[in-house]
């Protein structure tokens, strides 16, 4: 075997292998390093001129180190003592070249190649390339956070870094450079690439911690007003919630038609803006920001695709598909439990048909009929179908719902006053319709007509702040005869109104509300758990402001305290995708499984009844903490695309190793992270969990595939859900939930969506998490909200419900059809060029749906967008020809 003696011979034949020209620049090279090293202090500084030459002519070869770089290797120590004996230009050369050189150096902790450089005095770094620039800029991050940095100093070399990089297509360098150490005010940038410095930090901010996330978009916001691109900044004034800053937004912009379509943006939002009255078309942008136009696009969309014909829930369930084979009775048209089957079919209905105005079961002639048909608060919810059914439509709604006002059956009544409150739902209207009708029966005698009246304000003027409402419901929740559940139903009003604001009033009631409640009913109560619910509403967003009432809930009985405690960090990290917070929530998660065991063992041990007690009560705590920590992790992680794949795979060992209460909320989890998005994977694994032997977990599932598929039809999904419904054909409580998963899946006829997200999936509704919030709790005790008596609380999902459409608009806000290009969405954020920003292309007419995930473009090009993201609704400007 001769391999072990195989390199020495290698090694020559490289040596003998060299060309004439690079034995000639060896020598070359040689010769003018013994002149620098030798004492002729006259020759120093041709020499280091050659020198510098030699190595710069041959730095243009990308693909291999350059030869003299090679050549000048064993010289460097020789070369570095040479500049201390140097003076004057000829050390500054000296330096400089040292510089270039200690980047093919292994040793890099001493930082030779920026010492040298800032010894060298040189003006113009990039002279030496890319590469040397990139490895100066490496350096300087280290550097500068050490103690003893010559800062002034450091600084002049950034500030020419940052222009060689900016001017020759590196700024995303530049920007990483100026992040790491914390000067991004030094960032210059121009008409040619101000886009693509300004969306590469917005990227950026996501990953950063606050403040540094605030400065970082408030920066990039001055930018896009200094280049007039006000959609742009508003859509950041908005992600920070910052009204000041997008009232601003509105009277910087001088163009009318581009502040019709900020109205519409702002109005996706549901923000409502105290605009300035010197806008001489203020009117019309309050209009605008109403959202009373969507009702009339979105007839004209179910006109465009043909689907304003109404469904029944039976064209949902298609039961001449599943095929059932069992013994007469079960082959009957009305299954055995008749009252749960109607009251399926109430739901399926109102989902399926919302938003169009006209349904077969309730807005008929003898609607009052199907009423009838369903039980005490099955009356309740069938009324209420009514205002979803009517969805947006103040006008033309209101009508049809008034008439049971008058009806002697307090149920109906109570559902047709929730009915009100739902119509009302992201829609503003200056007669402020729903305080007039709703604000009489807040403190009724009756606690029915109570529930309507308290849930449907709050669902009506969610994300308002409106302080006459607010006003109005607070007293409910200190009233003697307010039942568990009317404080809990107000508290969550509370919520939702205040959504984001950190009301004080409101805070401190909700808080006096828990003191007050006694430890057994915090403990066995149904809807104590919505009162930490409420609170963290009135925080979401907020982050590091909620510590105050942290510390006022620890004087809560320690089995509830964690449970609002971690509720409360929930609300406030919703969509922010922090990290850190995750890990904390993931801690807690695997606490309970190892103290499970260890309880096990000390069972045996201890006998004594009393210790029995004490461990059932904190094994019960780990529980609910554990079980509200694992549905915490996905509502923080869903604004956030790499958190989202890693939680999915978290829930998966969550699901299989722990206790049932904490299984239940996985499927939640699950569903939230992937939102009327019906990923493969995704309703594989709930599909499995529906089939579970706890009860729940599978009830559970079912309805989170509802919200996986909701507003997409998806096909797939749907034909999971008819083999659901034949498996759970005699089980009344499994088909109710697959009942309802149908009709969320074909919810407003495959024209709708459920996810909070919007703009490109980057700015979060704050009113649409709050309704799915408040729906996944309703599922934490499912048997004894969704499956008892509180089933109307699923019509919260209302607040999210959003058709998933782009429709375009002329100028005077006409539709106009044009025909755009719509396929998936490709993260382009510093990428080199002008890469196509979507995959796998159709091209259709507007109006059109859009899938999540998928983002169109104009296909023409006679006209302009006003606005960089194609989504909702677009104002088109004709393109002037150049003639």
């Not at 009117?283 to 465009?304: K, T």
């Not at 209905?349 to 079961?361: H, I, T, Y």
């Not at 807040?442 to 709050?458: A, D, K, N, P, Q």
């Not at 419900?801 to 755009?820: A, I």
Request: net charge negative; with cysteine.
């Amino acid at each position: 075997m001769t391999v072990a003696t195989e390199p020495e011979p290698a090694a020559k034949s490289t040596e003998n292998n060299q060309s004439e020209e690079e034995k000639r620049l060896q020598e070359e090279l040689n010769l003018l390093v013994e002149k620098i090293l030798g004492n002729e202090s006259e020759l120093y500084l041709l020499a280091l001129e050659n020198l510098r030459d030699l190595i710069r002519t041959s730095t243009t070869s990308m693909t291999s180190v350059p030869m003299p770089l090679k050549f000048l290797h064993d010289h460097y120590g020789s070369l570095k003592d040479a500049c201390s004996k140097m003076k004057g230009s000829a050390r500054d050369l000296c330096c400089s070249i040292v510089s270039v050189l200690a980047m093919g150096q292994s040793q890099t902790s001493e930082l030779d190649c920026l010492k040298y450089c800032l010894l060298s005095n040189q003006k113009d770094v990039g002279d030496w390339g890319h590469e040397y620039v990139r490895q100066l800029e490496g350096e300087i991050a280290e550097e500068w956070n050490n103690a003893d940095a010559d800062r002034p100093k450091l600084l002049e070399l950034i500030k020419s870094i940052i222009d060689f990089d900016m001017r020759h297509n590196a700024e995303i360098q530049a920007c990483d450079l100026l992040m790491e150490i914390d000067q991004l005010d030094l960032l210059h940038m121009d008409h040619s690439n101000y886009l693509r410095v300004c969306l590469y930090l917005v990227s950026c901010a996501s990953y950063v911690e606050e403040p540094e996330r605030g400065i970082i978009l408030v920066g990039v916001m001055k930018h896009y007003l200094h280049y007039k691109e006000y959609p742009r900044a508003l859509a950041l004034a908005m992600l920070l919630n910052d009204t000041e800053k997008m009232i601003e937004i509105f009277n910087q912009c001088a163009d009318p038609t581009i502040r019709k379509q900020l109205a519409f943006m702002a109005g996706r939002q549901h923000i409502n803006l105290e605009i300035s009255d010197d806008l001489t078309d203020k009117a019309d942008l309050v209009q605008i920001m109403s959202n009373s136009h969507i009702n009339d696009h979105f007839h004209s969309l179910a006109r465009e695709l043909d689907i304003l014909e109404p469904k029944t829930p039976d064209e949902v369930y298609k039961t001449w598909l599943e095929g059932l084979v069992l013994r007469p009775s079960f082959n009957l048209d009305v299954p055995v439990d008749s009252a749960k089957h109607n009251l399926a079919s109430t739901f399926v209905n109102a989902f399926v048909n919302a938003g169009f105005s006209r349904d077969k079961l309730v807005t008929v002639e003898d609607g009052s009929k199907w009423m009838y048909k369903n039980k005490q608060h099955g009356m309740l919810s069938a009324a209420a179908s009514l205002g979803l059914i009517h969805l947006w439509d103040v006008d033309g709604g209101l009508t049809p719902i008034d008439k049971y006002l008058y009806t002697t059956e307090d149920y109906i009544k109570a559902g047709a006053l929730l009915a009100l409150g739902i119509v009302n739902v992201g829609v503003r209207n200056d007669c402020d319709p729903a305080f007039a009708l709703l604000s009489d029966y807040v403190l009724h005698e009756s606690i029915t007509l109570r529930i309507g009246s308290v849930l449907g304000l709050g669902l009506a003027y969610a994300g308002t702040q409106h302080a006459d409402v607010t006003s109005l419901l607070l007293p409910v929740m200190s009233d003697k005869k307010s039942t568990p559940e009317i404080i809990a139903l107000t508290a969550i009003s509370c919520g939702m109104i205040n959504v984001g604001s950190g009301n004080h009033e409101v805070v401190s009631t909700i808080l006096q509300t828990l003191l007050d409640l006694s430890q057994s009913e915090l403990n066995e109560g149904t809807f104590s758990r919505f009162l930490p619910l409420a609170l963290g509403l009135c925080y979401l967003g907020k982050k590091d402001l909620t510590d105050a009432t942290s510390a006022a809930l620890e004087v809560l009985p320690e089995s509830f305290k964690s449970f609002a405690k971690i509720t409360l960090e929930m609300c406030a990290y919703a969509g922010s995708g922090d990290v850190l917070v995750i890990q904390e929530l993931l801690h807690t998660c695997s606490e309970s499984q190892s103290y499970v065991k260890e309880e096990k063992k000390d069972e045996k041990k201890e006998k004594e009844t009393d210790k029995k007690d004490d461990k059932r009560d904190t094994k019960k705590e780990l529980i609910s903490k554990q079980a509200i920590a694992a549905l915490a992790v996905a509502v923080i992680a869903i604004g956030e695309e790499t958190g989202t794949e890693m939680c999915t795979r978290i829930f998966g060992q969550l699901g299989r190793y722990a206790e049932n209460p904490i299984r239940r909320t996985v499927p939640l989890a699950v569903a939230l992270l992937s939102i009327s998005n019906p990923q493969l994977n995704v309703i594989d694994v709930l599909n499995k969990y529906s089939h579970d032997l706890d009860e729940e977990v599978a009830i559970n599932a079912i309805f989170s595939m509802g919200l996986v598929g909701a507003g997409t039809n998806n096909a797939r999904l749907a034909t999971m859900l008819r083999q659901l419904a034949q498996y759970h054909a005699k089980n009344s409580v499994h088909l109710f939930m697959v009942r309802i998963a149908q009709g969320l899946t074909h919810m407003g006829k495959g024209t709708m969506t459920l996810s909070p997200f919007h703009t490109d999936r980057q700015i979060m509704n704050p009113i649409a998490i709050s309704g799915l919030l408040v729906t996944l709790f309703c599922f934490l005790d499912t048997k004894n909200i969704i499956l008892g008596k509180s089933h109307y609380l699923l019509y919260t999902l209302a607040t999210a419900m959003y058709p998933r459409w782009l429709v375009t608009l002329d100028e005077d806000l006409e539709p106009l059809p044009v025909t755009v290009r719509v396929g998936q969405a490709v993260d382009v954020i510093g990428k080199a060029g002008t890469p196509k920003t979507i995959a796998g292309v159709h091209t259709h007419t507007t109006p059109v749906l859009l899938a999540v995930g998928e983002r169109a473009e104009l296909a023409t090009d006679d006209y302009t967008p006003l606005t960089p993201v194609m989504e909702g609704f677009v104002i088109l400007r004709k393109k002037v020809s150049e003639e």
